[in-house]
């Protein structure tokens, strides 16, 4: 019999012992081995989401919920940001379809309008700098192009089951669970789907800006009315002491002028604000479509179950950019002579938003520095649960060690009649080191095992909560460290039990016996 199902036979011979030994260790390399996936997948995602994004312009507010909302999409944002303030960040170009900047230090501005989502995933008014600055590839269809079209992320598509040519409506809001206002005047159409690029990009719904200006410009179109048949149903009452304004926040005064025709766009009277889900504050001109644009929908829609119109062609009259607004910009920074970030402009561009006059309604985030300081408040609890598992791995080192220590003192005789037998110090030592090594191997396999199927659970809670996919199926080199600092647990476990084994007196072993 060779050494290694000799030591295995000592090892079954006590199971509990030997259970207990690798339970102990397994939870140890478990619980080290899913947080080093949570940590590098998170951090992985983390990173790759904001690489080659210098700055966010916003609404002022928090720096970070800015970061939060407007490049990660898992916070509401701080408001949004009027079209005339920031003519000197990018402007819209009819010809490219896209918004340009031609100011010296940026090398590219994306504009972004937030507010609304489909089924908790949310809905963004953008530009095709957006897909493209993820290089994100087209798997089906194509990218938005005309109002109310849309391309979806991969996991998105894959999770709502929309296919090209689906319609469906948005939501106010990003809360998904039906409660939420639902924009029934225009529907949304499917025309492309992404390849999944593993970026925030997967989870979202992408259109155009004036998408979102014309949805929420129907949205305040039906709150005027209403508000004129309050105020119609209520002659007497003092218009000028009105405290029933419509406000969706507490942040937000709505003046309506409601002696204006519905034919000519009026600006400046319809200033909405949704902060509290981070909905556009658009100046709403009333433009119609220019075909009928009551949508056809079966008798069990609601907003929530998306339609196969494979047909849809409806071209919109173009919508007026005067007193719109959008939510953040996220900008990128010219570059130097030999390809780095011009430090002129990331000292530029902070300056002319905190000392230009006019400006005072703007806020900006640094990523790099928000993200930094967001892993600084989650560290601690990492940090925790790093000592934790380190502190488990300790105790099974001497589970191992005292159940090798225990077991050869039962076994002293036979390992004195081994040795009768012809087998010399060295295999006795070999054995009892192969037995710690044994137990640390079996453990580590273990925890590996329960690691990754934890982190497979893991994944569609983590999904929802963060909006990043995770995977139990990747396997780290830190594991392999892991691996190798399981056996020398193991190994230091079983070395003082060999070595007594190894120095252990025959003659007195058995006369003793």
Do not use: C
């Amino acid at each position: 019999m060779n050494l290694l199902k000799l030591s295995w036979k000592y090892l079954i011979a006590k199971p509990f012992s030997t259970i207990l030994s690798l339970v102990l260790v397994a939870l140890g390399v478990s619980l080290t081995s899913i947080l080093l996936l949570i940590n590098n997948q998170f951090q992985d995602r983390l990173y790759k989401n904001i690489d080659g994004i210098n700055l966010v312009i916003g609404a002022k507010g928090s720096p970070l919920q800015m970061i939060l909302s407007s490049v990660y999409h898992i916070d509401v944002p701080t408001g949004n940001i009027k079209l005339d303030d920031t003519k000197w960040v990018a402007k819209y170009n009819k010809e490219k379809h896209r918004w340009l900047t031609k100011n010296k230090f940026l090398e590219k501005a994306i504009p972004l309008a937030l507010g609304d989502s489909y089924e908790a995933h949310r809905i963004v008014g953008t530009d095709h700098q957006y897909s493209e600055h993820y290089n994100a590839k087209v798997a089906e269809g194509k990218l938005w192009d005309k109002d109310m079209e849309v391309t979806v992320g991969a996991l998105a598509a894959k999770r709502l089951k929309l296919k090209i040519g689906d319609t469906f409506h948005g939501s106010h809001g990003v809360v998904g669970d039906g409660s939420m206002h639902i924009h029934e005047t225009y529907a949304y159409e499917v025309v492309g789907i992404f390849e999944e690029t593993n970026t925030v990009l997967d989870q979202l719904i992408m259109t155009n800006v004036s998408s979102v200006w014309r949805v929420h410009e129907d949205h305040d179109h039906d709150h005027e009315i209403e508000e004129e048949e309050h105020n119609h149903d209520h002659g007497s009452h003092d218009h000028s002491n009105d405290s029933t304004a419509h406000a969706h926040d507490d942040h937000s005064d709505h003046n309506h002028d409601h002696g204006h025709s519905h034919d000519t766009p009026k600006e400046d009277n319809h200033n909405h604000a949704h902060d509290d889900h981070g909905h556009d504050n658009h100046d709403h001109a009333h433009d119609t479509p220019k075909e009928d644009n009551h949508h056809a929908h079966d008798d069990h829609d609601h907003g929530h179950d998306h339609n196969h119109d494979h047909g849809n062609t409806k071209e919109y009259a173009p919508l007026s950019h005067a007193g719109k607004e959008v939510t953040a910009y996220l900008i990128q920074y010219k570059k130097d002579g030999e390809g780095n970030t011009s430090a002129m402009a990331a000292t530029m561009l902070p300056k002319i938003i905190d000392e230009t006059e006019g400006l005072e309604e703007l806020g900006y985030a640094v990523p790099a520095f928000e993200l930094q300081r967001l892993l600084d408040m989650t560290g601690v609890g990492m940090k925790f649960l790093r000592m934790l598992s380190l502190i488990i791995i300790i105790i099974s080192a001497f589970s191992v060690f005292i159940s090798l220590y225990s077991s050869l003192k039962e076994r002293r005789y036979e390992i004195a009649l081994m040795r009768v037998a012809g087998a010399s110090r060295g295999r006795i030592f070999t054995m009892i080191i192969l037995e710690g090594l044994l137990v640390a191997l079996l453990g580590f396999i273990v925890g590996i095992a329960i690691s990754h199927i934890g982190m497979s659970v893991l994944a569609g809670y983590l999904q929802d909560s963060y909006q990043y996919s995770f995977s139990g199926a990747v396997f780290l080199k830190e594991e392999a460290y892991l691996f190798v600092g399981s056996l020398l647990i193991g190994f230091f476990a079983a070395v003082i039990p060999a070595l007594q084994a190894y120095k252990a007196d025959i003659s007195e072993t058995l006369s003793n016996s």
